[in-house]
């Protein structure tokens, strides 16, 4: 279902959904814990924009199966003369998110590659998680790399340094709006959906069982530390969604960093507004 949306106003979940959950989960706490799981796993798909549409299409399109997902990605490819770039969209995002940034990279002739992650714009599925995110991104790296460059915002930024990590090759990468602990997203949603104790290590459980990660040491800072690309953070101070704190915990974490703090876009907003796409192209530009 299409959502309307507001760039700034956090999760927001139906009062209707939490006071169900809570009856479910005070009757049958493991069923409880699957009914959140479920949620917690499904993005919303947001309702595609005007404004993206000229630059969608002029990519070339095509689906890609990940076969160690077993699921298939819708892929875009607006095809240039200079350097590799993929692009990575957050939770409930799309590949069209970065529409204003494509426009600048095709100025500059970038090659550039991005996709919808499972479960999000054209690509199927009910639900996904941040691992499903992580092979996804490596598996289409491997198939059309080799890469210069990575851009990842929020959730693909954290998934972006998870791979960057273990790729040299990648010269440049650019988190927007990183988020740092994944066990923070688990607490802000416990919190949210006010999940009980035992609930709450049923799910974390659930997921390790599901994903082989282990939740409270799967953090962007740890990776940080084997990055060898230079680097560039931009996240926004007013960001209510992934507070500016994630940002600078993964900075300190660089080996070669650099964090630009924005004022007033948010955590969406970010991502079309002209002072960022300049130090964006500033940042790839050789020097």
């Not at 273990?166 to 602990?181: A, G, H, V």
Request: charged share 25%.
């Amino acid at each position: 279902m299409d959502k309307p949306r507001n760039d700034n106003q956090g999760i927001v979940l139906p009062s209707a959904f939490i006071y169900s959950l809570r009856i479910l989960e005070f009757l049958h706490p493991y069923l409880g814990m699957r009914l959140a799981a479920f949620f917690f796993a499904r993005p919303f798909r947001y309702k595609l924009m005007e404004r993206e549409i000229p630059v969608l299409s002029q990519a070339q399109k095509s689906s890609v199966n990940i076969k160690k997902l077993g699921k298939s990605v819708f892929c875009y490819h607006w095809e240039g003369k200079g350097p590799k770039i993929m692009l990575m969209h957050g939770w409930s995002g799309r590949a069209t998110n970065f529409y204003k940034i494509i426009e600048a990279l095709m100025r500059l002739d970038y090659d550039i590659y991005a996709f919808d992650a499972p479960a999000h714009g054209k690509s199927r599925g009910l639900t996904t998680n941040l691992p499903e995110f992580i092979l996804t991104l490596d598996s289409l790296l491997s198939r059309w790399g080799p890469f210069e460059a990575i851009l990842g915002h929020s959730g693909g930024g954290f998934s972006s340094s998870y791979v960057c990590a273990d790729r040299p090759e990648i010269k440049k990468l650019i988190l927007i709006s990183p988020f740092d602990q994944s066990i923070d997203l688990f607490e802000k949603y416990y919190e949210l959906i006010g999940l009980g104790e035992k609930s709450r290590k049923l799910m974390l459980d659930y997921f390790f069982r599901k994903t082989n990660k282990n939740i409270s040491a799967f953090s962007s800072s740890i990776s940080a530390q084997s990055i060898n690309a230079k680097c560039m953070i931009i996240h926004d101070e007013n960001d209510r969604e992934v507070e500016l704190y994630n940002a600078i915990n993964i900075e300190k974490n660089l080996k070669k960093g650099k964090l630009i703090v924005t004022q007033g876009l948010g955590h969406r907003r970010i991502l079309r507004d002209d002072s960022v796409i300049d130090q964006i192209v500033s940042f790839l530009k050789p020097h």
